[in-house]
């Protein structure tokens, strides 16, 4: 039964993979860098491609959010790729997409405009429609996972996410069994 949860969230190990420029706009317009404005720090990024992701997406972000909580160092971002939306409908999109975020979390909305391939790179994209969970330290993807929540997936996330907020630099390596 565990080993089923395992695979339906697909946990990942990804040490070391070191993040290209990755360009992103808040949905408060500021213009970012994700490897040099978040990669050096604590980040967890819910990245959702289609929106047929949002469910998934959505449900990360609320339970990340109260384990983010209790630990000082990490912040959350849900990322957006909508780099492959059309120019003419991307203004149409982001308007949706603002108006159904809280004004509270639009400076930790990413939108990813550009370079929606990196993305993929840097989330291992498999399935355009799953929800994918990257976790960020000393500027490269220490952890990574996809599909919807799973109580393995989320305690091998958190305890990744406390591991790198106490300083262990041996704990990049995630396994959700």
């Known amino acids: 039964m565990i080993a089923s949860l395992a695979l339906a969230f697909l946990v990942q190990a990804a040490a070391g993979a070191v993040l290209p420029a990755t360009p992103v706009q808040t949905l408060l317009g500021q213009k970012l860098d994700v490897s040099r404005d978040l990669a050096p720090h604590l980040a967890v990024l819910v990245v959702g491609f289609t929106k047929a992701s949002r469910d998934q997406t959505q449900e990360w972000s609320r339970r990340v959010e109260a384990e983010v909580g209790r630990i000082p160092a990490a912040q959350l971002y849900q990322v957006a790729v909508i780099a492959d939306v059309p120019r003419l409908l991307r203004g149409m999109v982001i308007d949706r997409i603002r108006a159904s975020i809280p004004k509270a979390m639009h400076s930790h909305f990413l939108l990813v405009l550009d370079r929606g391939d990196a993305w993929k790179d840097i989330a ?32 091998a996330l958190v305890r990744t996410l406390q591991s790198l907020a106490a300083g262990d630099a041996g704990s990049n390596v995630a396994s959700g069994e």
């Open 124 to 155: 291992s994209f498999r399935d355009k429609d799953s929800a994918y969970v990257v976790v960020l330290s000393r500027g490269s993807v220490a952890w990574r996972g996809q599909g919807p929540p799973t109580e393995v997936g989320l305690q």
